[in-house]
Nanobody, 122 residues
Framework: QVQLVESGGGLVQAGGSLRLSCAAS????????MGWLRQAPGKEREFVAR????????YYPDSVKGRFTISRDNAKATVYLQMNSLKPEDTAVYYC???????????????WGQGTQVTVSS
């Protein structure tokens, strides 16, 4: 069992930056691939970033590549999402997720945080 708690969301102007954190409980954090997904009102949940258990492999969709960076600290059981050059279309609730498969689809994740709101104003 893994419990996840996100923090760091907020309101930022376009072009600004935010850093999201996701603290995990449980001793098996390092076993899981970690992902960030987001959901805007009226839209499906969208993959944003993933990082493998070791932290050496990351993957991003084209929509955020070069602007977002995912990282993890297994000693602290925490995963981060650094978001730069934010755009209004990045506005969404951002969710942290853990999964043994952990791919680009929401169904590949087993545990979810409660989400944190990110709002980017134009």
């Amino acid at each position: 069992q893994v419990q996840l708690v996100e923090s760091g969301g907020g309101l930022v102007q376009a072009g600004g930056s935010l850093r999201l954190s996701c603290a995990a409980s449980g001793r098996t954090f390092s076993r899981y691939t970690m992902g960030w997904l987001r959901q805007a009102p009226g839209k499906e949940r969208e993959f944003v970033a993933r990082i493998d258990w070791s932290g050496s492999l990351t993957y991003y969709p084209d929509s955020v590549k070069g602007r977002f960076t995912i990282s993890r600290d297994n000693a602290k059981a925490t995963v981060y999402l650094q978001m730069n050059s934010l755009k209004p279309e990045d506005t969404a609730v951002y969710y942290c997720a853990a999964g043994l498969l952990g791919g680009t689809r929401a169904a590949q994740y087993d545990y979810w945080g409660q989400g944190t709101q990110v709002t980017v104003s134009s």
